[in-house]
């Protein structure tokens, strides 16, 4: 599914009316049977409140729709301002020619709109969308405020009017939705955390553009879903050998964190690699070693032998920030290079990323695919931004350290971004019942498996996001927290059901 801002939405519009020809009022149509959709139509009175827009348009063509099914409708609307656009003006007159109750917001109304709100079942807010750029002015304000104050359930159509639509940032006043149906593509400003907790229940609805249409305005955006995971899975050959399976590195593991190296190396093997070998910190390596079951392990003096071996190697889990760690690293690189880097993949994770703290010019040169899996914190130490200026802009930080960097950077967190620097996908599955430490070693290493068996590296970054997030949710359907290890228990079972669903 594509992300989209508002200059994206306009092109994608343009496109449809103008070179295709799909008439302006079957796609305003098309949104308000979307809402209607999505609508809880036991309830038995509406109120449906209404801008000068576009937005506003597809607000009265609802109500047409709820007259039509003998709801009990009141529609509000926004009386000064700039001429109705054309198709708004058509559903404005239908409602007014058919008779459904049509208040002007005023002061003088302001009393009724506010006992009508009280009444409602459901609210519908088609104040604005993405139409608007700059603060709201005063009435409107106001008229958000009282929706706030009085509905018992908001749907927002396409946006919580008063939230912009690129940043989510507050445009003066913001509707408080309960659900928000958005059209065609997900909106950008609502992958903003500060905006969440506005949106409500988030809907993207198809109102009848084609794909080839959204393609043309595109941006390289996505949000992954269901089905594009579920493509990336690898199917495995009926005759297939473990080596065909990826030989993956994991570098993880000294004192006090040799649970960081076990889990890591456990999910590499759930997620279905070969073979998998374990290189820790001198000061751990026996003790690991006894714990190991179906795991390798080399001593760390052997590292460039085992960093031949192997296609993916997995760094950092638990192996300690210091210079160790970075002489490390850079046996691990030399030894890449000088056995036949392109096709290998090196997963930098946890103290792999804090070590290139002002190193970072060490990945541009590097002839084999790097992957990056910071959280903020780690991205904050990588890129010299605060956490708070990456956060309000994710998808941007990731996409431009990847693109100076040649890397693929997955920004960790809530809507997890992923991207190569020309394209970006943010990861719809997990949560805070996740929030636990173990996390990430494990996520590192189901894409270090993924990318061993024969996944581009953005591929198994995109899909072993999903899985770990996707399982995540399923077992936090029934459970308070989430651990690593019940993770990747679950593993094979999910990775089969999205297999088996494929053919
Ligand atoms: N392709 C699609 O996705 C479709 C989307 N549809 C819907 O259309 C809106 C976008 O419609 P648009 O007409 O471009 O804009 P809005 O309705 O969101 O906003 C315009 C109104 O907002 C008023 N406005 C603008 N700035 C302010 C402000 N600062 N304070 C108060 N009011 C403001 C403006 O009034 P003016 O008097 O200032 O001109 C307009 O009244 C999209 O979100 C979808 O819901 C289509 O229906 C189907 C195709
Ligand atoms: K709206």
């Known amino acids: 599914m594509r992300i989209a801002g508002v200059e994206m939405m306009r092109e994608i519009d343009r496109i449809a009316v103008e070179e295709i020809g799909i ?25 449906v409140v ?66 009508a709100l009280k009444d409602a079942d459901v609210v519908i807010d088609s104040l604005v969308g993405t139409g608007v750029a700059k603060p709201l002015r005063d009435f409107l304000r106001q008229v958000i405020q009282e929706i706030n104050i009085n509905s018992k359930y908001v749907l927002s159509v396409d946006v919580p009017s008063g939230m912009n639509a690129d940043n989510g940032e507050t445009m003066g006043q913001v509707i408080d939705a309960d659900m928000t149906v ?6 950008r400003g609502f992958l903003n955390y500060d905006a969440m907790s506005k949106l409500g229940r988030v809907i993207v609805e198809n109102i009848g553009i084609p794909g080839p249409v959204e393609a043309k305005a595109e941006k390289g955006e996505f949000l992954t879903d269901h089905a594009l995971a579920r493509s990336l899975v690898p199917l495995r050959d009926k005759t297939g ?26 999910a590499a093997i759930s997620t279905g690699s070969g073979l998998v070998t374990l290189c820790s910190r001198e000061e751990v390596f026996q003790s690991l070693v006894l714990r190991l079951k179906e795991a390798m392990s080399i001593h760390p ?20 920030a210091g210079d160790v760690t970075f002489d490390m690293l850079l046996r691990v690189i030399k030894s890449m290079q000088e056995n036949g880097g392109r096709s290998k993949t090196l997963l930098l994770d946890a103290d792999g990323l804090n070590v290139l703290k002002d190193r970072t010019e060490i990945l541009t040169h590097l002839d084999f695919n790097v992957i990056l899996t910071p959280h903020v914190g780690e991205m ?12 309000k802009n994710r998808i941007d930080t990731a996409r431009s350290f990847a693109q100076e960097h040649k890397c693929i950077v997955v920004l960790k967190g809530y809507n997890t971004v992923i991207t190569d620097g020309k394209t970006a996908y943010v990861n719809p599955t997990g949560s805070s019942a996740m ?33 770990h997030g996707y399982i995540g949710d399923e077992l936090a359907g029934e459970n308070y927290i989430v651990k690593a290890s019940e993770i990747i228990e679950a593993i094979p079972g999910c990775m089969k059901r999205l297999q088996d669903s494929k053919r």
């Open 23 to 47: 008439p302006a009022p079957v796609l305003m149509e098309n949104a308000a049977l979307a809402c209607i959709r999505n609508l809880d139509l036991t309830k038995g009175y509406f109120v």
């Open 50 to 115: 209404c801008g000068r827009g576009n937005n506003g348009g597809d607000g009265f063509a609802i109500a047409r729709h709820l007259y039509c099914m003998d709801k009990e409708v009141d529609v509000f609307y926004i009386s000064e301002g700039s001429d109705y656009k054309t198709e708004t003006r058509t559903n404005f007159r239908i409602l007014k020619r058919l008779g459904v109750p049509m208040i002007p917001l005023s002061s003088e109304t302001m009393w009724s709109f506010r006992e």
């Open 182 to 187: 958005t059209f065609q593509c997900m909106k």
């Open 241 to 266: 050998f473990k080596s065909n399976y990826g030989k993956v590195l994991v570098v993880a593991g000294s004192s006090g964190f040799t649970g960081a190296a076990l889990i890591c190396t456990e």
């Open 301 to 320: 003096d052997d590292l460039e032998d085992g960093t031949g071996r192997a296609d993916v190697v997995v760094f950092g889990p638990g192996l300690g």
């Open 380 to 391: 904050s130490r990588l890129c010299g931004l605060s956490s708070e200026v990456i956060q």
């Open 435 to 467: 929030a636990q430490g173990g996390m990430g070693d494990a996520l590192a290493g189901i894409i270090g498996s993924l990318c061993g068996q024969g996944l581009e590296p953005l591929e198994a970054a995109i899909l072993g996001t999903y899985l």
